[in-house]
């Protein structure tokens, strides 16, 4: 089995509504997103996939929604008011999750599988340097 790896970072801010607990403040981190395709073959140039264009695909994905945004619980209505008063904003709205290292694992998953299909094997989103969640399928396990 071969696997393609792919890191991004990206600083973002956010808070757990219904938290009781320092999280329940808005608060930022820089975020860094593993990326990896794994495939039983590899091209006629020796790819899973070419490490430019899934960096293009998927960094520009998260620079244009996640990166320097405000990740939100849609069920937050207090911070989308708070969030919505401002001029300049980026606010990214999961509609129904408070926005964990673990739901954005999932989500950035779905997406990557969007557009590689299955092969996409695991996504995990860092919070810290030392603390990350990881999200891929059952059947690839």
Not at 17 to 45: N, R, W
Not at 77 to 95: G, H, Q, Y
Not at 121 to 135: H, L
Request: hydrophobic letters at 35%; charged letters at 30%; a negative charge.
């Amino acid at each position: 089995m071969f696997t393609d790896r792919v890191e991004f970072t990206f600083d973002a801010g956010h808070r757990l509504y219904g938290y009781k607990g320092k999280c329940e403040t808005p608060h930022g981190h820089t975020f860094k997103a593993e990326v990896m395709l794994s495939s039983e073959k590899i091209d006629q140039m020796g790819f899973v996939v070419d490490f430019l264009e899934l960096g293009h695909k998927v960094g520009k994905w998260v620079e244009e929604n996640w990166d320097h945004a405000f990740l939100a619980n849609g069920q937050d209505k207090e911070m989308l008011r708070a969030l919505n008063s401002l001029t300049d904003r980026r606010v990214f709205i999961f509609p129904d999750e408070n926005p964990t290292a673990e739901v954005i694992a999932r989500y950035l998953y779905n997406h990557v599988r969007s557009v590689y299909g299955p092969l996409v094997s695991r996504v995990r989103i860092w919070e810290t340097p030392t603390e990350y969640a990881e999200y891929s399928e059952a059947s690839r396990a």
